[in-house]
């Protein structure tokens, strides 16, 4: 590519001299904001990785839920419980009366 650039530049009048450092800087532009976007890119490992931390967050919200629904039930049998005894004290004590 310096190549290339370098006879552009001496086509249209450059100094030897001129043309490759025109040539050397544009080339060093070039390559540094190449390397810029490539460190923005995800690399196949990336893309895997993240494959693998979704999978792990599914599982464990999975967990969750049925953590979640166990307590759920858990705490309806608890207050059908508690009302069934509240009833049946009610019950006794309208019994007595």
């Given at each position: ?42 690399t ?53 009366s």
């Amino acid at each position: 590519m310096k190549l290339a650039l370098h006879k552009a530049f001496r086509q249209v009048g450059a100094t030897d001299e001129q043309a490759h450092q025109a040539a050397e800087t544009i080339d060093s532009a070039l390559d540094k904001r190449i390397k810029e976007s490539q460190t923005h890119l995800a690399t196949k490992s990336d893309i895997h990785e993240l494959k693998v931390e979704i999978a792990n967050v599914r599982t464990e919200m999975s967990s969750m839920k049925a953590e979640l629904i166990r307590l759920f039930l858990t705490g309806q049998v608890a207050t059908i419980g508690i009302n069934v005894t509240v009833v049946v004290a009610a019950i006794r004590i309208l019994a007595k009366s």
